[in-house]
């Protein structure tokens, strides 16, 4: 079975930018997370997407959102790019409860 | 409040020797899941082991185990005869039925030759 893939795998923006990434979970896979990964903060839960709908979200700002598709791929678009946005994002996908499998993530950088 | 603690921020140990990575959690919920991951230099976050807060069993994989205690809060994870290919973050991590995971910050394990 093919893993998670995310595109692009690198990306620089400017601040102000707007950008969005895509993330295609394990076939069969209903949900979608994602994380966001700074050497500061760490690991820290973005969202999370099953069936189309949102179920849960963590504490980002507005200019973070996100969307699944009926095929289960996910989009996260990071609106007005600030440099803290820089960061390593974290698509992940499950079938049962909690065992996530992870893509190799997008690297974005803010300058 | 749902929390991981991983207090070691960074280890070092020459190859071959066992290594103990401490993870300590903290969760108002019955039902809960524990896991580690394993984040090589590549970037990707590697699914080591998850457990379930009613399976409180030690397992033993190849040269890995890990030690469920819940009187303690604690899910450590023991890398026996270590080898340089283990060098990697590690994290620790804490679920509930949401599918929402809280990850602690990692330890930063490197293997010396």
């Known amino acids: 079975k093919a893993g998670v893939t995310q595109t692009p795998r690198y990306l620089i923006k400017t601040r102000g930018q707007q950008v969005t990434l895509s993330c295609s979970p394990i076939?069969?896979?209903?949900?979608v997370s994602w994380y966001q990964q700074t050497p500061g903060q760490g690991l820290q839960f973005l969202f999370e997407?099953?069936?189309?709908?949102?179920?849960n979200k963590g504490n980002f700002p507005g200019r973070f959102s996100g969307r699944q598709f009926s095929n289960s791929r996910s989009e996260m678009n990071v609106s007005t790019l600030e440099l803290g946005d820089s960061a390593l994002y974290l698509c992940?996908?499950?079938?049962?409860?909690?065992?996530?499998?992870f893509g190799p993530g997008t690297r974005l950088t803010v300058l | 409040a749902q929390k991981v603690t991983q207090a070691q921020t960074e280890i070092s140990v020459v190859e071959k020797e066992d290594v103990t990575l401490d993870c300590v959690y903290e969760?108002?919920?019955?039902?809960?899941?524990l896991f580690w991951y394993k984040q090589p230099p590549s970037g990707e976050l590697v699914f080591l082991i998850r457990?379930?807060?009613?399976?409180?069993q030690n397992e033993i994989s190849g040269r890995y185990s890990w030690n469920f205690q819940k009187s303690t809060s604690s899910f450590n994870f023991t890398i026996t005869a270590s080898q340089v290919v283990d060098s990697a973050v590690y994290f620790c991590?804490?679920?509930?039925?949401?599918?929402?995971?809280?990850f602690g910050k990692g330890t930063r394990l490197h293997i010396l030759p």
């Open positions: 076939s069969g896979h209903r949900s």
């Open positions: 457990r379930n807060s009613f399976d409180e």
């Open positions: 969760t108002r919920d019955t039902t809960y899941y």
């Open positions: 997407y099953f069936s189309e709908t949102q179920r």
């Open positions: 991590a804490l679920g509930n039925r949401d599918d929402k995971i809280i």
């Open positions: 992940a996908s499950s079938w049962v409860y909690n065992e996530q499998f």
